[in-house]
């Protein structure tokens, strides 16, 4: 069972945050899915699906981010899976809004969410699918920028990473972070190709 997670806090008032991207990636791979995300009896939401005969479940934590990993434990716990079979969708203010990096492991990047996921596995050997948001804020105000909301155009452009995060998730889905690894360097050798012609 491979355990996709997307990192935000629960509630319409967060919903268009940028700190829940995480969850706004999930709703989307669920809706291009047809799937429904359904309470657990554990802390958080989910949607169980299936990927050319791989069981998959999508994970809302109700936790709010900074005790994700309460959560992910409980679903770990739940499906027997190892913390190599889970991959952590999750926001960045280190990379420009709507670029992707994937990583197999490492820290938490002062990141809540990744820090309690790491404490509560006592493992960082979990993989991790980082969304820009951008760090368009001003010394002492990371707080406020991350519970802003995302705008329109901001949607539009999400929508596109989305798109481009949705194969990635597929191809770990599959075969785990190396195979993701693979189309993570095609898309980008792609994307490259496009640049220059045009």
Request: proline share 2%.
């Amino acid at each position: 069972m491979r355990i996709i997670v997307g990192i935000g806090n629960p509630g319409n008032s967060y919903k268009d945050n940028r700190h829940n991207v995480g969850f706004q990636f999930l709703d989307f791979f669920a809706q291009k899915k047809n799937l429904l995300f359904n309470a657990s009896k554990f802390d958080y939401h989910f949607a169980e699906g299936e990927l050319s005969g791989n069981p998959f479940v999508l994970v809302k934590p109700d936790t709010y981010v900074n005790n994700s990993g309460l959560a992910v434990l409980d679903c770990i716990r739940y499906y027997s899976a190892n913390v190599e079979d889970v991959l952590v969708v999750v926001d960045d203010i280190h990379l420009n809004f709507s670029d992707i990096r994937i990583r197999r492991s490492g820290g938490d990047g002062g990141h809540n969410g990744l820090n309690s996921i790491i404490y509560h596995l006592s493992s960082e050997n979990f993989s991790r699918l980082r969304i820009g948001i951008g760090s368009d804020f001003e010394s002492g105000s990371l707080v406020n920028y991350v519970l802003s909301n995302f705008n329109k155009n901001d949607f539009v452009q999400l929508e596109k990473t989305f798109n481009l995060s949705i194969q990635l998730v597929e191809s770990f889905i599959l075969d785990g972070y190396s195979n993701m690894l693979s189309t993570f360097s095609r898309l980008k050798n792609l994307d490259k190709l496009n640049k220059e012609s045009e």
